[in-house]
């Protein structure tokens, strides 16, 4: 099990190190950040379609889930906004909401998006709600979960775990190629939208404010452990690397990408 860690916020493919066994430290792949997703207009291929319904079970046995029609209704019709003018517009996105005091957001494949109670709650606007949905369909379309699943698993569908899946999309958090990579398509995304990159930014900067308050939250429960012996909360161990290094990052390729990306967006192409 690897040691413990400071937490500090940012809304990738979170870095969860106590989902279990055979959870990973950093692994090193070698990604071209610049590099847009590849067009595909297939279906989920048989091996994300076994991670995703493995993944999405252990989801089901493991976590509170929340039952949101309006915030559901929300996450559909900003993802479906953004999905549309992505590589991979044909999957079938799903979001789902879990109780949790932490801020999360995180993705696994085929197209299934997590969001935690907290993050919606500290989000607040579609803009922020967008970026954060932005990033996660970007590492979608990238196949960053699929790619470091068969890395480290295997391809063979049948072997499919759920606590794997799980382990995986929280462990390309460490990954700081897969985070800048989809941090610069989560912008490009945006603008084709019709939306400001610049939100993706602004988001950056609110979360880093946020994550304060996790660190907080995570001494309190170590606290706890140590006093009461009482079971931690699975995220407390959260690492997010690298934030000041996107922040600077997203600053360095927003001109570029207002300047060379189209707005795509037509509002009578969705009605809900």
């Given amino acids: 099990m690897p040691h413990f860690r400071r937490p500090l916020l940012f809304f990738a493919l979170i870095a969860i190190l106590s989902l279990g066994p055979g959870c990973a430290g950093t692994q090193t792949v070698n990604v071209d950040i610049a590099a847009i997703p590849k067009q595909d207009a297939l279906d989920a291929s048989r091996l994300e379609e076994s991670l995703g319904e493995v993944g999405y079970y252990y989801l089901l046995l493991n976590y509170k889930l929340v039952d949101q029609p309006q915030q559901f209704h929300r996450l559909d019709r900003l993802g479906a906004r953004i999905s549309h003018y992505s ?36 989000l607040k606007t579609d803009e922020k709600i967008s970026a954060v949905m932005a990033h996660e369909i970007a590492h979608i379309n990238h196949k960053h979960g699929t790619y470091f699943y068969e890395q480290k698993y295997g391809n063979k569908p049948e072997n499919a775990s759920g606590e794997k ?72 161990e959260l690492s997010y690397p690298h934030l000041e290094t996107r922040i600077v990052n997203c600053r360095n390729l927003l001109d570029e990408i207002k300047s060379n990306e189209k707005v795509l967006y037509k509002p009578e192409d969705f009605k809900f």
């Fill in 87 to 122: 590589e991979r517009p044909q999957l079938k996105y799903r979001y789902t909401i879990i109780d949790s005091q932490f801020h999360l957001a995180y993705s696994f494949p085929p197209a299934n998006i997590v969001f935690s109670t907290a993050m919606l709650d500290a």
């Fill in 165 to 236: 899946v799980l382990s995986i999309a929280t462990q390309l958090g460490y990954n700081r190629a897969f985070e800048l990579q989809s941090d610069q398509t989560a912008m490009r995304y945006l603008k084709r939208s019709g939306l400001d990159p610049n939100h993706f930014i602004d988001a950056l900067l609110m979360l880093a404010d946020i994550e304060k308050k996790d660190e907080a939250l995570t001494q309190k429960l170590v606290q706890n452990i140590k006093t009461r012996s009482r079971k931690i909360d699975k995220y407390s």
